[in-house]
């Protein structure tokens, strides 16, 4: 975050909790989360978020993050790591997206798409967002450098994948709409918890995007996400999924058990808020249950 301490988590938080829903009851019955992405179907739309760095809260910490979301019956995201980390996370046998840094260097990104694809990545993706160090120039992670990169650009990335792409980074209709024109099968609504002061909820673009690309891309959204009411929200306003990270850290802890556990802990608070507003399936989500607190 550079010298500034960000306060767009907090707005992001506030925001969460200034939406409210009104319950329905009468017709209501028990819900079911089963969810469609990229043509398979999961037990849940939480997912893991597109994390890095994870080596030191638990042995085999990669490995163990995608068996805790294979436990649950959810997507797996993760983000930087070598290959021979993304091997090691693929024999878990989860349905992993890699999310690969905007290199500088456009062959260093062919040769991780490759190597992703080969693997049996169930995806790919890129967080456009890291491409701007908070100094104003361009980002560098860990020894590498970032660049920004150009729609066309991200459509060849796209057609070297052959498989579902994801773009991680969007905050903006004109990012959605540049990342559906390239191709992309989904796209990530994040702000990369507070990676700059005072930017938008993501919530409060969802809406917007989604009336933007309707059903063009699937959308997932992430940014602290705690509880299954914070999933719910995010699905009633648009989202197809959500990502879940921060929340996962401690569970992890625990190992893939503590990942699936507290998946399936948020999963079961999702679907009591589906059951209280009458949508027995994902798609039966209704906007109009919620309520925005003005006072």
């Known amino acids: 975050m550079g010298i500034y301490t960000s306060k767009t988590d907090e707005i992001t938080r506030q925001y969460f909790d200034s939406i409210m829903f009104t319950p329905r009851y009468l017709d209501s019955d028990l819900a079911d989360t089963t ?12 997912t893991t978020a597109a994390l890095s760095h994870l080596h030191k809260i638990c042995d085999n910490a990669l490995y163990e993050f995608a068996r805790g979301a294979k436990l649950a019956g959810a997507v797996h995201f993760y983000g930087m790591s070598e290959e021979d980390e993304l091997d090691t996370m693929l024999s878990a046998g989860a349905a992993t997206i890699k999310v690969i840094k905007p290199h500088l260097d456009d062959e260093v990104i062919f040769r991780k798409i490759k190597h992703a694809v080969d693997g049996g990545t169930f995806g790919v993706g ?9 100094n104003g120039g361009y980002d560098n992670v860990l ?60 919530l409060m673009m969802l809406p917007e995007i989604k009336k933007e690309l309707g059903d063009r891309v699937k959308i997932f959204v992430d940014c602290g996400f705690e509880r299954g009411l914070d999933v719910f929200k995010a699905l009633a306003l648009g989202a197809d999924a959500v990502c879940i990270g921060r929340a996962l ?21 999702l679907k009591a808020a589906m059951a209280r507003t009458g949508a027995r399936t994902i798609k039966e989500i209704d906007p109009s249950v919620l309520r925005f607190r003005s006072f």
């Open 35 to 46: 969810t469609e992405l990229f043509g398979r179907t999961f037990d849940t739309p939480i």
């Open 126 to 134: 890129m967080d456009i967002d890291h491409a701007i160090a908070w």
């Open 143 to 202: 020894g590498l450098p970032m660049h920004t990169k150009t729609t066309a650009q991200l459509a060849s990335y796209v057609k070297a994948a052959g498989i579902p792409f994801v773009v991680k980074g969007v905050l903006s209709i004109a990012d959605a709409v540049k990342s559906a024109e390239a191709g992309a099968a989904g796209i990530i609504v994040s702000h990369h918890h507070g990676m700059m002061d005072s930017m938008v909820p993501p």
């Open 249 to 269: 850290m401690d569970p992890l802890k625990q190992k893939g058990e503590g990942v699936a556990e507290k998946i399936n802990e948020m999963n079961r608070e």
